[in-house]
């Protein structure tokens, strides 16, 4: 116990710590859109104001090698440019941790509404939970209400109890408007 808290508040020091460092350095993030962007100013205009003073200096970022130059000279950045009009790929469709299905065809037309979760639930009451088709029951397989007229084709039977039937996939592969015939599989 006491040696896995210990750790946890290592790793969260060291996490805090790498936070801290990425804050000062910005090695990978150049730009306007970088919210660290400016912040390096203040030091070179400090640079720049004590080069003046000291006269001589027509360039007033001369000899200022290992303070400023080319923080990010020879490096790699993630994306070559990170932000420009482009879709993070790992962001982007199913794979967002925040995807709800979005503006899909599926879900614009019903598919996860709470209409279609009813309608489902009652079907598999009425058939107690048994596949129409061979009488297996759902504790045994997986099973799916199956619209006996097309979900896409006949919008006022969609939630008809008369018109839904549970079946197994294999029973429910077999009915004539199954996944690519009604475009998308039920679950
Ligand atoms: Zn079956």
Not at 17 to 43: C, L
Not at 56 to 66: E, H, L, Q, V, Y
Not at 96 to 108: A, D, E, P, Q
Request: with cysteine; proline share 4%; net charge positive.
């Amino acid at each position: 116990m006491r040696n896995d808290e210990n750790a946890r508040k290592k790793i969260s020091e060291s996490l805090k710590r790498a936070y801290k460092e990425g804050r000062r350095k910005p090695v990978s993030f150049p730009g306007e859109s970088n919210p660290f962007y400016g912040k390096r100013h203040s030091d070179i205009t400090k640079k720049r104001i004590s080069d003046t003073k000291v006269g001589n200096s027509p360039a007033w970022n001369k000899n200022t090698r290992g303070i400023m130059t080319a923080w990010n000279k020879g490096k790699k950045l993630p994306y070559p440019i990170w932000n420009k009009g482009k879709k993070v790929p790992q962001q982007s469709g199913t794979n967002h941790w925040n995807w709800k299905g979005g503006t899909s065809k599926g879900y614009r037309n019903g598919y996860y509404s709470l209409g279609y979760k009813n309608w489902r639930r009652k079907v598999f009451e009425r058939d107690s939970f048994t596949c129409q088709g061979c009488g297996v029951k759902g504790n045994k397989k997986y099973l799916t209400v199956h619209h006996i007229k097309s979900f896409v084709h006949y919008k006022k039977l969609r939630y008809e109890l008369s018109n839904g039937i549970t079946l197994c996939e294999s029973c429910h592969s077999k009915t004539d408007n199954y996944k690519g015939r009604a475009k998308r599989k039920i679950r």
